[in-house]
């Protein structure tokens, strides 16, 4: 017979959430993660910082505080000197050191490319905490991050995005999400996730599926980076977003009607994402006005908790 599953372990792997979640004593729970990245940018220390938030971005999106860190590291040491690996490992210690958490070692491999990241605890109380699980029929959905840098970075390669768009792409992913998740806290959250690889519709989609509910978003009402939409006009893609799209492709539906390239946005591969959250309609126009206060300033209410109906779990209007 399979063996029962331990109680306290209260977020597994069955609704691919972003962290797991174990219950230590009646008022303690640690929350678990891990992920690491290879470099979106050239610099070493912003690449340090960019990997660091993205990875502690976990333990936000389950109501958590982060406590630890494990750097994660494969570094060619015969193909880069070793002062980029210190720039790295420094630039992933400022954000480490933001979130309040602290780094207490880590390890290093060889490797043909260099990647880094973070093994992340965290903590929670076993009753508080987040999931993607939970969304109700007739929640509001609130994001508070804008999405398209996946696309920004495919296209800064050919030096077609401006400094300037590139610059403020770049403050935002190495912006952590500690701020935002705690002015949360004084909000009723009924589920929660990070938008990072699988794109808007990817998390949108194991949202949905954990909380047996479908999604319908907003497209007009989506933050979106300077110039990603002109990047996709431009036929500019990333290599994920077709794999983000058949994840989904099944199970959704576009009502408005967009050009192909626009329509790209919603899986566009995110690294540091931001918050997407399920609360109760009443109180969606205050949390936004709370994060607009916190200086989230690209938060919006980006759609609404619908009934699982026709198949479908997700419907872009």
Same mark, same amino acid.
């Given at each position: 017979?399979?063996?029962?599953?331990?109680?306290?372990?209260?977020?597994?792997?069955?609704?691919?959430?972003?962290?797991?979640?174990?219950?230590?004593?009646?008022?303690?729970?640690?929350?678990?993660?891990?992920?690491?990245?290879?470099?979106?940018?050239?610099?070493?220390?912003?690449?340090?910082?960019?990997?660091?938030?993205?990875?502690?971005?976990?333990?936000?999106?389950?109501?958590?505080?982060?406590?630890?860190?494990?750097?994660?590291?494969?570094?060619?040491?015969?193909?880069?000197?070793?002062?980029?690996?210190?720039?790295?490992?420094?630039?992933?210690?400022?954000?480490?050191?933001?979130?309040?958490?602290?780094?207490?070692?880590?390890?290093?491999?060889?490797?043909?490319?260099?990647?880094?990241?973070?093994?992340?605890?965290?903590?929670?109380?076993?009753?508080?905490?987040?999931?993607?699980?939970?969304?109700?029929?007739?929640?509001?959905?609130?994001?508070?991050? &804008?999405?398209? $840098? @996946?696309? *920004?970075?495919? +296209?800064?390669?050919?030096?077609?995005? %401006?400094?300037?768009?590139?610059?403020?792409?770049?403050?935002?992913?190495?912006?952590?999400?500690?701020?935002?998740?705690?002015?949360?806290?004084?909000?009723?959250?009924?589920?929660?996730?990070?938008?990072?690889?699988?794109?808007?519709?990817?998390?949108?989609?194991?949202?949905?599926?954990?909380?047996?509910?479908?999604?319908?978003?907003?497209?007009?009402?989506?933050?979106?980076?300077?110039?990603?939409?002109?990047?996709?006009?431009?036929?500019?893609?990333?290599?994920?977003?077709?794999?983000?799209?058949?994840?989904?492709?099944?199970?959704?539906?576009?009502?408005?009607?967009?050009?192909?390239?626009?329509?790209?946005?919603?899986?566009? &591969?995110?690294? $540091? @994402?931001? *918050?997407?959250? +399920?609360?109760?309609?009443?109180?969606? %126009?205050?949390?936004?006005?709370?994060?607009?206060?916190?200086?989230?300033?690209?938060?919006?209410?980006?759609?609404?908790?619908?009934?699982?109906?026709?198949?479908?779990?997700?419907?872009?209007?």
């Amino acid at each position: 017979m399979p063996k029962k599953k331990d109680p306290n372990l209260l977020v597994g792997f069955e609704t691919h959430d972003d962290a797991g979640i174990y219950r230590l004593t009646h008022d303690i729970a640690i929350i678990t993660t891990a992920d690491f990245i290879t470099p979106p940018v050239n610099d070493p220390f912003l690449f340090g910082q960019i990997a660091a938030a993205n990875a502690i971005s976990d333990v936000y999106a389950m109501g958590g505080r982060p406590v630890t860190c494990l750097n994660l590291v494969c570094f060619p040491s015969k193909k880069l000197d070793a002062e980029i690996l210190h720039r790295i490992i420094a630039g992933g210690l400022t954000k480490i050191t933001e979130s309040g958490a602290v780094l207490a070692g880590g390890h290093t491999t060889d490797d043909d490319e260099p990647k880094f990241g973070l093994a992340v605890n965290g903590i929670v109380h076993p009753d508080k905490y987040w999931s993607n699980a939970g969304a109700r029929p007739g929640d509001h959905l609130v994001l508070t991050k &804008p999405i398209g $840098s @996946g696309v *920004l970075f495919n +296209a800064n390669i050919k030096g077609w995005v %401006s400094s300037a768009a590139m610059d403020e792409c770049l403050d935002i992913l190495i912006n952590l999400n500690k701020t935002a998740s705690e002015v949360m806290q004084a909000f009723d959250i009924h589920a929660a996730t990070d938008i990072t690889g699988f794109g808007l519709a990817g998390h949108s989609y194991e949202m949905a599926v954990a909380s047996d509910v479908r999604l319908e978003i907003q497209v007009d009402h989506l933050p979106i980076m300077a110039e990603a939409l002109e990047m996709y006009a431009k036929g500019v893609k990333t290599g994920v977003n077709s794999f983000n799209r058949q994840l989904v492709n099944a199970s959704m539906r576009f009502e408005k009607s967009l050009p192909g390239w626009h329509s790209e946005i919603v899986f566009d &591969p995110q690294t $540091s @994402g931001g *918050l997407m959250v +399920a609360v109760p309609a009443e109180q969606a %126009s205050g949390l936004l006005e709370a994060l607009h206060q916190a200086d989230i300033q690209h938060a919006m209410i980006i759609g609404e908790v619908g009934r699982f109906t026709d198949g479908l779990r997700l419907i872009f209007k």
